[in-house]
């Protein structure tokens, strides 16, 4: 019912449709992580039909993931504020391109992956094993405190005291384990504990520890401002709809400033981008800029009103956070509603940065920053000295083609609660169905952790660690992060079906072969 009242009725089928978080077509997107998620269910029911192998497979995809995701982290410390400097004010996103308008998926994905780092290592028996999974532990606690996110830190705290825990219980009962496992699970504990201490006491996370009351503040009236847009729309019963509250904040919203837009326009068969104004808007696209080139950028541009201009910043740059940059500022001279070519030179002077190892990607920025102005933009260029030009699709007319956009302002775009996210697009209804689903499924994973699953204890910490950064996040109207959330929930359920089910071993029946194998 959500996903109809976000999508209907359509938005015009054109270059904006799939191109804007405004569009309808937006809730598509809002639902693609509980469809593929729901498209699993076959295969994840076939896989545990052998339990134990389903088990085993699943740690060791998660810890794949896992590694995967760390090595992206360290690659992107060392290459922009370093290793060891917890001083910068710069926080990591990963590989998560959705954290361009802010978020907290980098955190919701590393904290609710990390339980899965102790089962693999418990399937596996072997000392390299416990070796590995000491120093995944270890970096992936690294990856948690360099969010410098306190909703994500105080969340792995939280699933490592439960999962480190409820491991040491269950090897206290292995009497072939119980002096290796217990001792790699205070060796895992303290080796997070030992990386995560410095960044935990470093400047930059004081600095943001101490305006959390503000902050919480802050919080509490973007909740109720949200509250009075659902409200506003008469949509207790079903909420506004899948993906609609970047647009319902747009246009319903108290508070007085707005983001700015982009969209692409045609006339007479030509494309072109059009720049509104408002909070900053960041429409950019990497170029292979090198250090200490000349570059000539040039673009068509055509103003609503005298007085337009548009800043075309080239900046080594991360999703959110920019280091050396060229500023530039095209002031628009022509008559206002006509088209005028514009060249400006670009010098990247200390780009790299020099001596660097892991050069710095570089984009070409484009923002509207003079109030109440439309800017419309087309032909965009960046030659080096050669001729050739570095902008792809500058000319927009494959719309979103190549094109990316960040902003500063990340209030508009997220609920910022998982609770009231649920409520925004599905009303009292959804959140009525999703309370009960969750604590239903945690209440059994609990049981099954007491009976000395260690499955259950994992899928127990991790959607734990999950809901608890969500009280401050919205986290699942990112398409992955949503998909890992409703893939975990799903293998929970299906889990608890065959420990549950009438072809479960009896209790009995376990103990007797443990005592076998003993």
């Keep these: 019912i959500s996903l109809g009242l976000g999508l209907f ?26 469809f593929f998620a729901l498209a699993f269910m076959p ?43 917890f001083v910068t004010d710069y926080r990591i996103t990963g590989s998560f391109p959705g954290m361009h308008i802010g978020g907290a998926y980098i955190e919701g994905y590393l904290v609710t992956v990390l339980p899965f780092v102790l089962l693999w290592a418990w399937y596996r028996r072997h000392v390299a094993a416990m070796v590995l999974a000491v120093l995944l532990y270890a970096l992936g606690a690294y990856s948690v405190m360099v969010t410098f996110a306190r909703g994500g830190q105080v969340a792995f705290i939280v699933t490592t005291l439960i999962a480190i825990f409820g491991f040491a219980r269950l090897a206290s009962r292995d009497r072939a384990r119980r002096f290796i496992g217990v001792g790699a699970l205070l060796l895992i504990g303290g080796a997070a504990a030992v990386v995560a201490w410095p960044i935990f006491s470093g400047k930059y996370s004081e ?14 009236h973007h909740w109720s401002d949200a509250l009075n847009i659902m409200r506003l729309r008469h ?8 993906g609609t509250y970047p647009a319902a904040y747009f246009w319903g919203s108290s508070e007085p400033s707005r983001p700015a837009t982009y969209s692409f326009l045609s006339e007479n068969g030509n494309v072109f981008l059009r720049l509104g104004s408002g909070d900053t808007l960041y429409f950019e696209q990497p170029v292979a800029v090198k250090p200490e080139h000349h570059y000539l950028l040039s673009m068509d541009l055509r103003g609503s009103t005298k007085g337009a201009n548009l800043t075309t910043p080239v900046c080594e740059k991360a999703l959110l956070y920019s280091f050396t940059c060229v500023w530039s500022t095209l002031k628009l001279k022509g008559p206002p509603g006509q088209w005028a070519h514009y060249e400006t030179p670009i010098f990247s002077a200390n780009f790299g940065p020099p001596g660097s190892r892991f050069p710095r990607p570089v984009e070409l920025s484009l923002f ?9 933009v087309d032909n965009v260029a960046l030659r080096d000295a050669a ?45 009525i169905c999703f309370l009960p689903l969750l604590a239903y499924t945690l209440t059994r994973l609990l049981k099954h952790a007491r009976a000395h699953d260690p499955l259950s ?29 409703y893939f975990i929930l799903i293998a929970s359920l299906i889990a608890d079906a065959r420990l549950s089910g009438p072809h479960a071993p009896p209790a009995a029946t376990v103990r007797r072969k443990k005592r076998r194998r003993a």
């Design 207 to 220: 600095s943001r520890l101490a305006t959390s009351t503000e902050d919480l503040t802050v919080r509490l």
């Design 387 to 431: 001729g050739h030009n570095l902008v792809r699709n500058g000319d927009f007319s494959a719309g979103m083609h190549h094109w990316f956009f960040s902003t500063e302002n990340h209030w508009p775009w997220h609920v910022e609660n998982l609770f009231i996210h649920v409520l925004f697009e599905q009303g009292w209804l959804g959140l």
């Design 9 to 34: 009725p359509l938005s015009a089928l054109d270059l904006n449709a799939f191109a804007n978080y405004t569009s309808s077509f937006n809730a598509l997107r809002a639902a693609k992580g509980l």
């Design 368 to 376: 509207n920053d003079q109030k109440g102005t439309l800017v419309d």
């Design 43 to 85: 295969l994840l029911a076939r896989a545990w039909d052998e339990p134990p192998r389903a088990a085993r497979r699943l740690a060791l995809g998660m810890a794949l993931g896992l590694a995967l995701e760390v090595l992206y982290v360290l690659w992107e410390r060392v290459t922009f504020p370093g290793l060891f400097n």
């Design 457 to 485: 204890l994992t899928l127990f910490a991790s959607l734990a660690a999950f809901l608890l950064v969500g009280m401050l996040n919205s986290l699942i109207e990112e398409t992955r992060v949503g998909f890992l959330f």
């Design 235 to 242: 949509a207790a019963v079903f909420g506004v709809g899948l």
